[in-house]
């Protein structure tokens, strides 16, 4: 229980203040270069706002919550948590529904290479990102996830729509640096 407590007051605490750059992150938040956020973390299912993600294309302008538990999924996109911040270096990851509860993932397979998608984090840090590519994937490749040395963005959400069989995953990548909207 004292373990939990810590958790979410850390959690809530950095919304407020970031962490420096390079300091250590308690428990099973902290990722690695070349690892991956455990998805069996308590910090998968904490469900409150991180930021909000737009994808014109597909007429998307949704929020997006923290952890990629199934209650917090069924809410909205989902950040995988661990994973990297709008504009930061590494791989930010959100999973959502594609045909159920909100299904804001409903038409990812009409994305194509150069399509904008813009993420805004909870500290106002705004960054476009432009698709490079879709990928059909099995439901066990959690490499999705890793860590990338680039600032990157993966969507995914399962495939085909109605099915659970298969995962379809965006890829896309930083476009210019972040910016702080005022």
């Known amino acids: 229980m004292r373990r939990l407590v810590l958790i979410v007051v850390f959690v809530c605490a950095s919304l407020v203040a970031p962490l420096p750059v390079g300091a250590d992150v308690p428990f099973d938040t902290q990722i690695v ?10 910090t998968q299912s904490l469900g409150f706002e991180v930021g909000r ?6 007429g998307v302008d949704e929020r997006v919550r923290e952890g990629i538990d199934i209650g917090v ?13 709008p504009g ?7 999973a959502g529904h594609r045909t159920t509860y909100s299904r804001p993932f409903l038409d990812l397979d009409r994305l ?29 490749a959690v490499w999705i996830a890793d860590w990338t040395r680039e600032p990157t963005l993966t969507l995914f959400a399962c495939h085909p729509k109605g099915s659970l069989a298969q995962r379809i ?4 990548v930083l476009v210019g640096a972040p910016v702080l909207l005022p």
């Open 53 to 58: 993600v737009e994808i014109p294309t597909i």
């Open 169 to 172: 995953v965006v890829r896309a």
């Open 88 to 94: 930061q270096a590494g791989n930010m990851v959100l």
């Open 112 to 140: 194509q290479p150069g399509d904008d998608i813009w993420v805004t984090g909870i500290d106002g840090v705004r960054a476009q990102y432009q698709v490079d590519r879709t990928l059909i994937v099995d439901p066990a």
């Open 73 to 85: 999924i069924n809410r909205g996109p989902a950040h995988w948590a661990g994973t990297a911040m």
């Open 33 to 42: 270069p070349g690892e991956r956020a455990i998805v069996g973390a308590i």
